[in-house]
């Protein structure tokens, strides 16, 4: 039986893209957000996923039809956000963004609930945010559900920055996921450069967790696994569209864990995964054989060798 994971991820968004196909514009309307982009790779991955989320205003009432895994969500009075991307001249011009409103006190504890119940229940849980101007749910929300969740037995993975980060740590999360330049700016490591981001890490570390993994874009990505520091070197792929290779990478960590691999093969098959996502065009996509294909060209590397 496949192993499950369950996502929390508050409040997808409505995503609107308008390209270019033979000359005339080309609208793609899918569910977005950094839980709904992981739960699509997970489940590509093999595993099992169950999207823990709010729901609310017509933008919801789409995202329902649209989400496409696993879902188990709250309908609330609160809207969820949106966004209208113009990408017809090779860029990303956002046209319009509307903010996802705040939960009610009582919408939040049903969330929270039907949170824990599904996680506790799969044994793996990913710990998401919505956009970072966006506050339908309170920090301190993270907090509590790794504290709740890793002390009755949940393997919890967070990929969060800023203040949700701040409060996911203490919270003792056993898996951290987060980009180098949120390192920076959240002001766990004083630079970009591999030795500070070596002290970035130790820092998270300090909260109890087993791994903590530093994606740096075009550069190998950095792990701490366990009181050993590695560098990852992934496959080197053409790129068509970075965004979304961090949430495939935190996608391939949690099936990993959920699939019964150990935490370098889990972090093996999150590199494989983001080298994939970075291929197309569509976040949190990839086909799930090819990543585990390219999965043994994967290799860790002592830090002090590098």
């Given at each position: ?7 929390f991820?508050?409040?997808?968004e ?7 196909l033979?000359g005339t ?5 899918h569910?977005?957000g950094?839980g709904?982009?992981?739960?699509r790779?997970i489940?590509s ?16 009432q789409?995202l ?12 609330v009075a609160a809207?969820n956000g ?10 990303r011009?956002?046209?319009?963004r ?5 939960l ?11 949170t824990?119940?599904?996680?506790l ?5 990913v710990?998401s ?9 309170p ?10 969740l890793?002390?009755n037995?949940c393997r919890?993975v967070v990929d969060?920055?800023?203040d ?19 390192l920076?700016?959240?002001g766990?490591?004083?630079s970009?450069?591999l030795?500070?981001l070596?002290?970035?890490c130790?820092k ?10 530093v994606?740096?874009a075009a550069?190998?990505t ?5 009181g050993?520091?590695h560098?990852v ?12 290779g961090?949430?495939s ?15 370098e093969?889990?972090l093996?098959?999150?590199a494989?995964?983001?080298?994939v996502?970075?291929?197309?065009h ?18 860790l ?6």
């Amino acid at each position: 039986m496949p192993g499950r994971v369950a996502v929390f991820a508050p409040s997808p968004e409505l995503t609107v893209t308008v390209e270019e196909l033979d000359g005339t514009p080309d609208i793609h309307i899918h569910a977005g957000g950094q839980g709904v982009w992981i739960s699509r790779m997970i489940e590509s991955l093999g595993a099992e996923v169950v999207l823990c989320s709010a729901l609310g205003g017509e933008t919801g009432q789409v995202l329902r039809h649209l989400i496409g895994v696993e879902l188990k969500a709250r309908d609330v009075a609160a809207r969820n956000g949106g966004y209208v991307h113009d990408r017809r001249d090779g860029g990303r011009d956002q046209l319009v963004r509307m903010p996802a409103d705040a939960l009610s006190r009582h919408e939040l504890d049903d969330l929270y609930e039907l949170t824990l119940v599904e996680a506790l229940a799969a044994g793996v849980a990913v710990l998401s945010g919505p956009a970072a101007e966006d506050v339908p749910v309170p920090d301190t929300v993270y907090e509590r559900l790794a504290k709740d969740l890793g002390g009755n037995g949940c393997r919890v993975v967070v990929d969060l920055s800023g203040d949700r980060l701040a409060a996911a740590l203490a919270g003792g999360p056993e898996v951290v996921k987060v980009s180098h330049e949120e390192l920076v700016s959240d002001g766990l490591a004083a630079s970009d450069a591999l030795p500070d981001l070596v002290d970035g890490c130790r820092k998270i570390a300090e909260c109890g967790a087993s791994a903590v993994v530093v994606s740096r874009a075009a550069e190998e990505t950095l792990a701490w696994l366990d009181g050993t520091l590695h560098l990852v070197e992934a496959p080197e792929l053409s790129p068509v569209d970075t965004r979304g290779g961090g949430d495939s990478m935190t996608a391939g960590l949690a099936a990993g864990l959920a699939l019964g691999k150990s935490l370098e093969e889990a972090l093996k098959l999150g590199a494989a995964a983001g080298a994939v996502n970075v291929t197309r065009h569509g976040l949190g996509t990839g086909s799930g054989h090819v990543v585990r294909d390219l999965v043994d060209r994967v290799r860790l590397r002592p830090w002090e060798d590098a």
